[in-house]
T-cell receptor, first 112, second 114 residues
Framework: LAKTTQPISMDSYEGQEVNITCSHN???????ITWYQQFPSQGPRFIIQ???TKVTNEVASLFIPADRKSSTLSLPRVSLSDTAVYYC?????????????FGAGTRLFVKA | KAGVTQTPRYLIKTRGQQVTLSCSPI?????VSWYQQTPGQGLQFLFE???????NKGNFPGRFSGRQFSNSRSEMNVSTLELGDSALYLC?????????????FGEGSWLTVV
């Protein structure tokens, strides 16, 4: 399973765009990349998932370069409520089920 | 449709006791997995069930066990509780656990062992 590496923490201000990059050098051909947001004492919440190039939904964009060895979660115009831990997960789903490995996540602090 | 539902949300147990946590997956999802989250170790995979069979297992002692029922609902059990078992236990479900499936998490069960 691909190990992921993310920055431990990031600071931002309200209204700014935040980009969080995740490295996954040994991603497998069939692996998808999924990002989650987690608030204290709550379960991780699905943000976005992609396989290659760019994916966009109502809350975020996900950029994946051609070699797929990294991915960048982009949060436009963050607010204080976006302060949370963000996890990048690679290869959760496989033939024969999954055995997920979460990294340490990135703690995002959004300041007023 | 309803998300992943976990019960109970909070519980306190004494060392040596056992505990059973319950999880109802999203309707139609057949793969259920369990995770332990602690401040020191982060999110760790416990096991995954599909069609009532344990398909994958993480690196936890045999005191941690689980099962899945024919309606895909799942339970996990921890026997002979230790103080270090205090954690947030998360259940997640996906359609069938294959590539491209999205995993959706419940809100978790907070277990405190005293």
């Amino acid at each position: 399973l691909a190990k992921t590496t993310q920055p431990i923490s990031m600071d931002s201000y309200e209204g700014q765009e935040v980009n969080i990059t995740c490295s996954h050098n040994n991603i497998a051909t069939n692996d998808y990349i999924t990002w989650y947001q987690q608030f204290p004492s709550q379960g991780p919440r699905f943000i976005i998932q992609g396989y290659k190039t760019k994916v966009t939904n109502e809350v975020a964009s996900l950029f994946i370069p051609a070699d797929r060895k990294s991915s960048t979660l982009s949060l436009p115009r963050v607010s204080l409520s976006d302060t949370a831990v963000y996890y990048c997960l690679v290869g959760a789903g496989r033939t024969g089920g999954f055995k997920t490995i979460f990294g340490a996540g990135t703690r995002l602090f959004v300041k007023a | 449709k309803a998300g992943v539902t976990q019960t109970p949300r909070y519980l306190i147990k004494t060392r040596g006791q056992q505990v059973t946590l319950s999880c109802s997956p999203i309707s139609g999802h057949r793969s259920v997995s369990w995770y332990q989250q602690t401040p020191g170790q982060g999110l760790q995979f416990l096991f995954e069930y599909f069609s009532e069979t344990q398909r994958n297992k993480g690196n936890f002692p045999g005191r941690f066990s689980g099962r899945q029922f024919s309606n895909s609902r799942s339970e996990m059990n921890v026997s002979t509780l230790e103080l270090g078992d205090s954690a947030l236990y998360l259940c997640a479900s996906s359609a069938d656990g294959s590539s491209g499936n999205t995993i959706y998490f419940g809100e978790g069960s907070w277990l405190t062992v005293v």
